[in-house]
């Protein structure tokens, strides 16, 4: 069981979009619609951003939204905020009641 | 609302046992998992296992030899426990409550603990 894949880093000025990637297989991401994303500031726990691919918790800006396609999920981030500076993990279900996280990517607000 | 407070020894002795304890205020365990998660320093995060109010346990294939996750309804904890740790198991481990149903995702999340394993 690896972890998914996603950047390490990705970076953006504030206004603009960003889209970090969360590669799995056709055994986790690619076989269920049970992705989660979420955002850690440092020293912070993780905070849900976005679950079922595309669902968004109440109290997220709308300016968070999830996608897949295959076995690749999407989050994108439209309106950079300086505030959005942080880490990003997605989570997959990965069959037989076990879950799998990606690697991380950080995100910097130029 | 939900809060999750976590505590326990962060400092252990190679081939010692872990032993962390997570209280939910505001929520009930029905319909949901208790979980763990852990990071290690500068890593990506690391699901460690879960158990229902049921009794039914869930645990990463890596580390199920050596983890216990159990329940005390009574006082609305639930606890970790890992067994022959190694300075591999040096991190931030964290209690989250898991939605059940089939929805897998976390909503929850403690402050975290962080565990050295240092001779």
């Known amino acids: 069981q690896s972890a998914l894949t996603q950047p390490a880093s990705v970076s953006g000025s504030p206004g603009q979009s960003i889209t970090v990637s969360c590669t799995g297989t056709s055994s986790d991401v690619g076989s269920y619609n049970l992705v989660s994303w979420y955002q850690q500031h440092p020293g912070k726990a993780p905070k849900l951003m976005i679950y079922?691919?595309?669902q968004r918790p109440s109290g997220v800006s709308n300016r968070f939204s999830g996608s897949k396609s295959d076995n690749t999920a999407s989050l994108t981030i439209s309106g950079l905020q300086a505030e959005d500076e942080a880490d990003y993990y997605c989570?997959?279900?990965?069959?037989?009641?076990?879950?799998?996280f990606g690697g991380g990517t950080k995100l910097t607000v130029l | 609302q939900v809060q999750l407070q976590q505590w326990g020894a962060g400092l252990l002795k190679p081939s010692e046992t872990l032993s962390l304890t997570c209280a939910v205020y505001g929520g009930s365990f029905t319909g949901y998992f208790c979980s763990w998660v852990r990071q290690s320093p500068g890593q990506g995060l690391e699901w460690i296992g879960e158990?229902?109010?049921?009794?039914?346990?869930n645990y990463n294939p890596s580390l199920k030899s050596r983890v216990t996750i159990s329940l005390d309804t009574s006082n609305n904890q639930f606890s970790l426990k890992l067994t022959s740790v190694t300075a591999a198991d040096t991190a931030v481990y964290y209690c989250?409550?898991?939605?059940?149903?089939?929805?897998?995702?976390?909503?929850?999340w403690g402050q975290g603990t962080l565990v050295t394993v240092s001779s």
């Open positions: 158990l229902n109010l049921s009794g039914s346990t």
């Open positions: 989570c997959s279900y990965a069959g037989g009641s076990t879950l799998i």
């Open positions: 079922e691919v595309s």
């Open positions: 989250a409550r898991r939605v059940g149903s089939g929805k897998y995702y976390f909503d929850y």
